[in-house]
């Protein structure tokens, strides 16, 4: 039996920059459920935020950091990643040719929704994730072994209630036992739980799920980021349209031209996302088709070539000047609770990048700040992992209750349901048909997971994972950042820094649960 010193589950910014930032006499294994280069990190396009201005400085990102998250922000966390920015930045482009530059050598700063300055260090225009991807697949070391097409599905706990690992399923059906002393939930959010997603269609929450059923604390799961502007043609989304589009003049618009948000915010176009999200909305509702006007952007293939080979994949002509648009789901700013170096509430286990949940981004996260996120946690997590005594496994599993198998409803289903009624702007006579339509499909969460299809368990988490949402959206009665209840408009600043916290132990262990603190500390 193998028992790996780092295994880390996914393969997105997060866990590569963790795998570079190791030791290399540890041994590392990566699980991922399809391929490297599939990861959403991968589509990204924006960039990356950082202080690096002549004009720009720490305390203003500080600032529209906590603006855009409408103060449900950790101020700490807030105050150590964005400081550590500039840094984590100059040592990448140090090391490659990763970022963009100008005429005079130094690093092109670009413009987003609801920042105060230009600090959007970008690659290859709109190619951002790709550039920052390679250039850390490029620095993986002998001692790290990936492994595609590999689907984790559920943690290994020992009598100690401490996580020794992972069962995951192959492409012909069977099940693996991977042991670790150290395992890194790096899966990302929950995307493709809404009909409309930028995400990779990988992201369905499974990270999220697995350390739910785990009984790991999940936290803020009310707080999702739709995207303002997916391309949307003949009613569907067909990929991202960086808001560096916004960014660089573009403004949305209905198909007779009139400019939509003249007089919503101070920030017009530029206004943070969920505010943008609303409008459209608003008006996609009323039968209206909005585009993106870019007819004012110079030179707009050269600068944007990725958004460019999309729409020209889809039919949607840029010699006309206008995009049309849709929001989707974008972000989940909630996730597996845990301290900045990805600590969670059971021990060995470990979680980063947006399937983690730091307080970073509060109830709405500022555009680049994604990314930033995820090298920060990659490299702060290394430095624990590389310092920290190894301790020995014991490989002794408690038993898990098996029930009967479940009807599942088809994937599209759960996607549409969720736009419908959990999705941009909620209500309780919406969440309750939710919550009650999710408990009839899945009445008990103490399931058969081994005897499961990876499409069943794949069904499995986006229900679970939606559960969590539409309870916590239900509990929260205001609006806040991305949870927008029609029946409760208004920021309510009695609930401002209320998390709802969700830990449930349902596999038949004993709780021996104490607050996260606590737990964070051992």
């Known amino acids: 039996m193998i028992t790996y010193d780092v295994l880390i589950i996914g393969s997105g910014i997060a866990a590569l920059q963790f795998a570079t930032r190791l030791n290399k006499d540890l041994n ?34 500080i600032a529209d950091t906590l603006e855009a998250g409408r103060y449900h922000n950790d101020y700490k966390a807030v105050e150590e990643i964005v400081n550590r920015a500039p840094d984590l930045i100059k040592f990448i482009s140090e090391q490659g040719d990763v970022f963009d530059r100008n005429n005079h050598g130094g690093l092109m ?4 929704g609801a920042h105060s300055e230009k600090r959007i260090v970008h ?32 943690l290994l706990l020992n009598d100690e209630h401490r996580c020794i690992g992972v069962k995951a399923k192959t492409d012909s059906g069977a099940t693996k036992y991977y042991y670790s002393l150290n395992t890194v939930m790096a899966t990302g959010g929950c995307g493709q739980l809404f009909t409309y997603s ?27 980021q739709f995207h303002p502007t997916l391309l949307y ?43 943008v999200s609303q409008r459209i909305y608003e008006f996609l509702k009323k039968g209206h088709s909005v585009y993106l006007d870019i007819s004012k952007i110079e030179k707009f293939e050269q600068r ?14 840029l010699s006309q ?14 996730g597996i609770k845990t301290d900045l170096t990805g600590r969670t509430s059971i021990k060995g286990l470990f979680a980063i990048g947006e399937a983690a949940c730091t307080g970073l981004h509060g109830a709405n996260r500022l555009a680049s700040n994604s990314l930033l996120e995820g090298l920060y946690q990659g490299e702060k997590l290394a430095l624990l992992i590389n310092e920290r005594h190894q301790d020995h496994v014991v490989p002794k599993l408690r038993h898990i209750t098996k029930c009967q198998k479940l009807m599942l409803p088809d994937i599209q289903q759960i996607k549409d349901l969720m736009m419908e009624r959990v999705g ?99």
């Open 321 to 334: 000047g206008k995009i049309p648009v849709a929001p989707g789901s974008h972000f989940l700013m909630g």
């Open 109 to 112: 700063l670009g413009m987003e």
């Open 304 to 317: 944007f070539p990725t958004i460019t080979r999309i729409c020209n994949l889809n039919g949607v002509r």
């Open 233 to 275: 043609v003949n009613g569907e989304t067909k990929g991202l349209i960086s808001e560096a589009v916004r960014g660089e003049g573009a403004v949305l618009v209905t198909e007779d031209g009139t400019p939509i948000m003249e007089d919503v915010h101070p920030l017009k176009d530029l206004a943070p996302r969920h505010v």
């Open 28 to 61: 590392v294994i990566i699980l991922t459920k399809d391929k490297v280069r599939t990861a959403n990190s991968y589509l990204a396009q924006g960039g990356i935020a950082a202080a690096i201005g002549a004009d720009d400085h720490p305390s203003k990102h």
């Open 198 to 224: 930028s995400n990779a269609e990988t992201v369905n929450g499974d990270g999220i799920a697995m350390a739910y059923l785990a009984g790991a604390e999940v936290v803020d799961m009310e707080f999702i």
């Open 424 to 522: 941009i702007v909620r209500n309780e006579v919406d969440l309750q048909k939710q919550k009650a339509w999710l408990h009839h499909h899945l009445p008990d969460e103490n399931i058969d997971l081994e005897g499961c299809s990876k499409e069943e368990l794949t069904k499995i988490f986006m229900l679970i994972t939606a559960k969590l949402i539409t309870e916590a959206a239900l509990q929260r009665t205001e609006s806040r950042g991305g949870h927008f209840r029609s029946d409760y408009p208004e920021e309510d600043d009695q609930q401002w820094f209320k998390r709802r916290i969700h830990h449930q132990n349902i596999r038949g262990w004993e709780k021996d649960h104490e607050h996260i603190e606590t737990a964070l500390a051992t």
């Open 123 to 154: 690659g290859g225009g709109d190619a951002t994730g790709k550039n920052v991807m390679e250039f850390l697949i490029e620095r993986i070391g002998e001692n790290v072994t990936i492994e595609e097409h590999v689907f984790a599905y559920e």
